[in-house]
């Protein structure tokens, strides 16, 4: 594993443990050239998946970036960083074993909705409003409805 600071790529590894959801393994590595210290995670990762763009462009899937998504629309809400977690490997993992090595962003997209709305209505509508592509607050209001009527 390559040194983010130095870019020595002889780092040795100090400790390792599971996750608390034991879906990857959590290392905790030195480097001895620099002294500098740092965390990887290491995970099972059945087959290569490709996304589909709206724009059938395809890019590689990245569980990094929805993660990111995830985390935006989770922002400055109290949701607990491992139900966080647990909602991307669940992702993740359905999307694996789906069987497809090609997926439709759209899939995706739905696949963090149904896990939004679980963990917090408040993101959920904001995922919601870049996910379906809101372009005024009628849009709002609707899936507010949605939301209320259940």
Same mark, same amino acid.
């Given at each position: 594993?390559?040194?983010?600071?130095?870019? =020595?790529?002889?780092?040795?590894?100090?400790?390792?443990?599971?996750?608390?959801?034991? *879906?990857?393994?959590?290392?905790? !590595?030195?480097?001895?050239?620099?002294?500098?210290?740092?965390?990887?995670? @290491?995970?099972?990762?059945?087959?290569?998946?490709?996304?589909?763009?709206? =724009?059938? !462009?395809?890019?590689?899937?990245?569980?990094?970036?929805?993660?990111?998504?995830?985390?935006? *629309?989770?922002?400055?809400?109290?949701?607990?960083? /491992?139900?966080?977690?647990?909602?991307?490997?669940?992702? +993740?993992? !359905?999307?694996?074993? *789906?069987?497809?090595? @090609?997926?439709?962003?759209?899939?995706?997209?739905?696949?963090?909705? $149904?896990?939004?709305? +679980?963990?917090?209505?408040?993101?959920? +509508?904001?995922?919601?409003?870049?996910?379906? =592509?809101?372009? $005024?607050?009628?849009?709002? /209001? $609707?899936?507010?409805?949605?939301?209320?009527?259940?």
């Amino acid at each position: 594993m390559r040194c983010p600071f130095c870019s =020595n790529t002889d780092t040795q590894v100090k400790d390792s443990r599971p996750t608390e959801d034991d *879906a990857a393994i959590r290392r905790r !590595r030195y480097c001895p050239d620099c002294g500098g210290r740092f965390t990887t995670f @290491e995970r099972v990762q059945l087959r290569d998946m490709m996304v589909i763009k709206s =724009n059938d !462009r395809k890019v590689p899937f990245d569980r990094d970036k929805l993660m990111r998504s995830v985390q935006i *629309a989770l922002r400055k809400r109290p949701v607990e960083p /491992e139900r966080i977690e647990r909602m991307v490997s669940g992702i +993740v993992r !359905r999307l694996e074993t *789906a069987g497809d090595s @090609e997926i439709r962003s759209a899939t995706i997209g739905k696949h963090v909705m $149904e896990g939004l709305r +679980v963990l917090d209505d408040v993101a959920y +509508v904001r995922f919601a409003s870049v996910y379906r =592509n809101f372009r $005024e607050a009628k849009d709002f /209001e $609707e899936l507010l409805d949605e939301l209320s009527d259940e």
